[in-house]
Each structure stands twice: as C-alpha cells, then as structure tokens.
C-alpha cells in the first residue's frame, strides 16, 4: 500500500492550498480516509476525515469552515483544500487510510511520508 502527499508548499496568510493523496495497493472505496497534521514541537493532529462512500465528514474545531476534505474514488485520491490559510496552519500534514468507518484519532493502518505547508505572516 502507497499513499504520496503533494500539493504543499509556501504560502502567505489567507491564501489557499489543495493537498492530493494518491492511494495504490489497496481497494480505495473500502477505506475511510484521514488528514492529520504535525506542526513544529506539536504532536501529530487530527486535521479532517472522509468516509468511504464520502458522505460523512469530521472536522477539527480548528479548520472548520476553512478546509474541506473530499475524494474521487475513480481515480483513488482524496484531497484537501484549505483556504484562509493562517500560519497555526504550519505542519507537515499527512493522510491515512482506515478500514471500516472513520475516527477522529490516529488508529489509521496506513500512513503517507507527509508533505510540508508553510504559512507566512
């Protein structure tokens, strides 16, 4: 199973990234995925998460309203579009594929390697 991040990068305060997970080795539409972060210092957080048909959403009180997490089962990606970026939003962030339903906590058996956001102020 591979999971590969991309999509992040450097970007000034209330601006807007969308974050790509490409899944391969495993039936995607069987798996709830997940978007958690780890900033500077910080242990790993829960960022977002989607259930395997997409219906059912789970939010941060941290970036509700501000991302959105969403998937094409078609092409075995879930994404992340975060808009009003602020820099709190800092992190290496990272998704997670989980059979069964979703969880708000890091129980997810696979991981990608992370990529890197950077909000300037």
């Known amino acids: 199973v591979q999971l590969v991040e991309s999509g992040g990068g450097l970007v000034q305060a209330g601006g807007s990234l969308r974050l790509s997970c490409a899944a391969s080795?495993?039936?995607?539409?069987?798996?709830?995925m997940g978007w958690f972060r780890r900033a500077p210092g910080k242990d790993r957080e829960f960022v977002a998460t989607?259930?395997?048909?997409?219906?059912?959403?789970y939010y941060a009180d941290s970036v509700k309203g501000r991302f959105t997490i969403f998937r094409n089962n078609a092409k075995n990606t879930v994404y992340l579009q975060m808009n009003s970026l602020k820099p709190e939003d800092t992190a290496i962030y990272y998704c997670?594929?989980?059979?069964?339903?979703?969880?708000?906590?890091?129980?997810?058996?696979?991981w990608g390697q992370g990529t890197q956001v950077t909000v300037s102020s």
């Open positions: 989607m259930s395997k048909s997409g219906s059912n959403t």
């Open positions: 080795g495993l039936t995607f539409s069987r798996y709830a």
């Open positions: 997670a594929a989980r059979g069964g339903s979703t969880s708000t906590f890091d129980d997810y058996g696979y």
